[in-house]
């Protein structure tokens, strides 16, 4: 999963893949999921839930690694420099109810830019969520797990007054509300294996302005006083987990994103001490990543799941390729 949590023409996507599925829906009644384990991809979230007290913890590891970025027209540009940070994140999910669960995700990250590094692992933004079944999957999987959700961002990372390194700031600042819909269904294939299909559509307004002080992850100078406006938010993500046998699963997934541009504005001092002021329009991004892994399943309630996502597109975004690792612990 990411450390990151957001993904609209992927809802094609989507349907497409439900309806390509139709036909090999008839009979599906006579299967059962009875030694079929999945843990989940890397990006899309469950919308299934938690059953009502049972727990669901995911230990991410994350190698983020960055010398590329794409400009305002799509091209691709080597950056000159290597960036590079282990990120970790922990989604703890609990089942409040038959149809409610609540998670919360924490993180962390030890940033390196050339010979520069953090002051080890600094806490980065946490999320919380609650998300609400409104149609609960049968026995077979064959009828869609559908549900919603709304999850609340807190800007708990460092972001600004970073006038030592700056690599010691992880967060934005930004507390963000995102609104989601997602789905979930089992295909039974001809050769009586199952396949996974899952989408999440999430989307998040404009969010309040944030005050900026001194030196900030926005690249403002010392002695800045100002704030920055944030752009709305609309992502998307679709992901498809083939069952090899009761331990080996394949999993391939996509991910994209937009934001719309924001708006920086305040004071710095000048070379003459006198207050200049600052308005400057930062540009909308967009982001296309894909996501293959592969599932390992010690038992029905342990798995384990490896893979790498990667940019294959963007615009005023930086290109990365992320290897990451996460155990799937369900209580």
Avoid at 90 to 95: C, D, E, H, N, V
Avoid at 215 to 240: E, M
Wanted: glycine letters at 12%; one cysteine or more; hydrophobic letters at 35%.
């Amino acid at each position: 999963m990411s450390p990151h949590a957001l993904r609209s023409p992927r809802l094609i996507s989507i349907a497409l893949i439900a309806g390509l599925c139709m036909p090999a829906l008839a009979g599906a009644a006579e299967h059962s999921l009875d030694g079929v384990n999945f843990t989940g991809p890397l990006i899309t979230p469950n919308p299934a839930g938690m059953p009502k007290g049972n727990a669901y913890v995911e230990p991410y590891l994350i190698r983020v690694n960055s010398d590329s970025y794409y400009d305002d027209d799509g091209r691709r540009h080597d950056s000159g420099e290597r960036s590079s940070a282990w990120v970790t994140v922990l989604p703890i999910a609990y089942g409040l109810g038959q149809h409610v669960t609540a998670q919360i995700n924490l993180s962390a990250a030890r940033a390196e830019t050339g010979d520069a590094r953090s002051r080890g692992f600094r806490a980065g933004d946490t999320t919380a969520q609650v998300q609400y079944l409104l149609q609960a999957p049968n026995e077979d999987g064959t009828r869609p797990a559908i549900a919603v959700s709304l999850s609340q961002r807190y800007a708990t990372g460092s972001y600004d007054r970073i006038d030592g390194n700056p690599l010691n700031a992880q967060g934005d600042g930004v507390q963000r509300t995102t609104f989601g819909l997602g789905m979930q269904q089992v295909v039974w294939l001809p050769n009586g294996r199952p396949l996974r299909w899952r989408g999440q559509l999430s989307a998040s307004p404009a969010p309040a302005r944030v005050a900026l002080n001194d030196s900030s992850v926005y690249g403002t100078p010392h002695g800045f006083r100002g704030n920055i406006a944030p752009g709305s938010l609309l992502g998307i993500s679709a992901a498809a987990e083939y069952s090899f046998n009761s331990r080996w699963v394949g999993v391939f997934e996509f991910a994209a994103s937009r934001q719309s541009d924001r708006q920086l504005s305040g004071y710095a001092p000048g070379e003459d001490g006198a207050a200049q002021r600052i308005d400057l329009r930062l540009p909308g991004s967009r982001n296309l990543t894909l996501a293959p892994a592969v599932e390992y399943h010690f038992s029905p309630n342990v798995g384990l799941i490896a893979g790498v996502e990667f940019t294959v597109a963007g615009r005023n975004t930086g290109s990365y390729i992320n290897p990451q690792v996460a155990l799937g612990m369900f209580f």
